[in-house]
């Protein structure tokens, strides 16, 4: 069964300040991924995904995600980041054939000003 | 947000009644899912559905059950609810599997007394 790990609970940036949140997978073939977004008190919100191809994908609000598949990884990253950043950020894998995704535990970013 | 609502947005009953939350969805997707958040378990699979009357167990099953008589609405009960099912609920819906992501309702949070 996939699962997925992130490592960091919580971090802290600076606004402006270059931003990588990580996530590692476990899964035996070449996995889906995601990252999504949750602002306080609202649902979650699809940032990207990568299926195949290109392992530097592009989402929305500046973000992109490198796939590398000899760490098992999909950082997540933000060269400048703004204050609306602040957020609990959620990595989550799909198997193929499965009908369901599984999600890490969440990294809570904090902007300071 | 995306044709998806949840009722209620917020609920406290106590231990030992029966409680339904209730997903509506206009989009006319396919694959709808109950997952519960929690401070350090991220989201959690409760239940899914792949159709109508179509239905299957997640990770965190145990206490819950599900109904889905109508594409648009995935109903979610709690037969006797207890304080360890404290949380947040958010349901999400997918057109095909999960390959297109998750879009997410707002959440439902509910307080077991």
């Known amino acids: 069964a996939q699962s997925v790990t992130q490592p960091d609970i919580h971090i802290t940036v600076s606004e402006g300040a270059s931003l990588e949140l990580r996530c590692n997978y476990s899964?035996?073939?070449?996995?889906?991924l995601f990252w999504y977004v949750q602002s306080p008190g609202q649902g979650l919100q699809l940032l990207l995904k990568?299926?195949?191809?290109?392992?530097l994908v592009q989402g929305i609000k500046g973000f992109e995600a490198e796939f590398k598949r000899s760490q098992s990884s999909f950082n997540l990253r933000k060269p400048s980041v703004h204050w609306s950043d602040a957020a609990e950020y959620f990595c989550a894998v799909g198997a193929q054939g499965a009908q369901k995704l599984v999600f890490g535990q969440g990294t809570r970013l904090t902007i300071n000003p | 947000d995306a044709g998806i609502t949840q009722s209620p947005r917020h609920k406290v009953t106590e231990t030992g009644t029966p409680v339904t939350l209730r997903c509506h969805q206009t989009?006319?997707?396919?694959?709808m899912y109950w997952y519960r958040q929690d401070p350090g378990h991220g989201l959690r699979l409760i239940h899914y559905?792949?159709?109508?009357?179509?239905?299957d167990k997640g990770e965190v099953s145990d206490g819950y059950s599900v109904s889905r008589s109508k594409t648009e609405d995935f109903l979610l009960t709690l037969e006797s609810a207890t304080s360890s099912q404290t949380s947040v609920y958010f349901c999400a819906i997918s057109e095909k599997q999960y390959n297109y992501g998750y879009t997410f309702g707002s959440g439902t949070r509910l307080t077991v007394v």
């Open positions: 899964y035996g073939a070449t996995p889906y």
């Open positions: 559905s792949y159709g109508v009357k179509d239905t």
């Open positions: 990568y299926f195949s191809g290109d392992t």
């Open positions: 989009e006319n997707h396919r694959y």
